[in-house]
């Protein structure tokens, strides 16, 4: 399914935090969202997987407002991990994960054989069925963050909505989440702060700055030395990646960037490539 946000804004105790976004996650991609503490991405998706309400604009599902859905509907089709993790579960790992299937179950109905195989599968691809007996409350910040992720691979959506999903992992399994992410080839709209891991795993970028969408496109493109100072505050380098061939950022940590700021209100979104919102 196509998940695209169009002029969206959201208020949040009374300033504007996002500032009529448009952007796009076509079927089957993944479409990051990248940009500095306090641009904007986790309210932007917070109002994706109905945790806020815009203000203005519009969230469409394959053309359909979210907002005429019913929430189990839009359950169904949207799973969610955000960056709030809730507390600490006096659950197993198994039950946690079996509660991604109630979006598909009466009130009170016990878990069938379709739920049991589903639960076991999200388990197995997130490497935790031999911790599947475990307390959810025992478990390392790397550990639950794959649980909630088996959690949401559970829901069978059709769109997911990830929110620093690296977030608590090692490095192997921060490679192993984002390989996942490609083999699954499902519409994913994630918030990463790892820009070469956006990079590797992002079909489509959008880069946010101060709620403003400030570029869109390829990661070739969009992740331009210009770019990155501007927004980033950063020098650096973008070079070919000498294992993947995907753009492989470079910074310089010893001398700050001294590019002149730019207005991300006024500013022009940069469409790289064409891409058509």
């Known amino acids: ?61 394959d053309g359909r407002d979210l907002a005429g859905l019913r929430p189990a509907q839009s359950a169904r089709h949207i799973a969610a991990l955000p960056q709030e993790r809730g507390g600490d579960f006096e659950l197993s790992v198994r039950e946690v994960v079996a509660m991604g299937r109630t979006p598909y179950k009466g009130a009170f109905a016990a878990d069938d054989a379709e739920d049991r195989a589903v639960t076991a599968e999200a388990l197995e691809r997130v490497g935790l069925t031999a911790a599947a007996d475990r307390r959810f409350a025992r478990l390392s910040g790397g550990e639950r963050q794959r649980a909630l992720l088996a959690r949401a691979l559970a829901q069978q959506p059709d769109v997911l909505v990830l929110d620093e999903p690296t977030n608590h992992l090692d490095v192997r399994h921060q490679v192993e989440l984002l390989a996942l992410l490609r083999q699954q080839r499902r519409t994913t709209l994630v918030a990463l702060h790892d820009l070469n891991a956006a990079a590797s795993v992002c079909d489509r970028l959008h880069v946010l700055h101060e709620g403003a969408l400030v570029a869109s496109g390829a990661p070739r493109e969009v992740l331009t030395a210009e770019l990155l100072a501007e927004v980033f505050g950063v020098r650096a380098a973008v070079v070919e990646h000498p294992l993947t061939g995907d753009p492989l950022i470079a910074f310089d940590h010893r001398t700050p960037a001294t590019a002149p700021a730019t207005d991300p209100a006024t500013a022009p979104v940069r469409q790289c490539g064409g891409v058509a919102l």
């Open 1 to 61: 399914m196509r998940i695209a946000l169009e002029d969206l804004s959201v208020t949040l105790a009374g300033r504007r935090v996002v500032a009529g976004v448009h952007l796009v996650a076509e079927e089957g991609e993944i479409a990051g969202l990248v940009g500095p503490n306090g641009s904007g991405k986790s309210s932007l998706l917070r109002t994706v997987y109905r945790h806020l309400r815009p203000s203005a604009g519009r969230v469409l599902l």
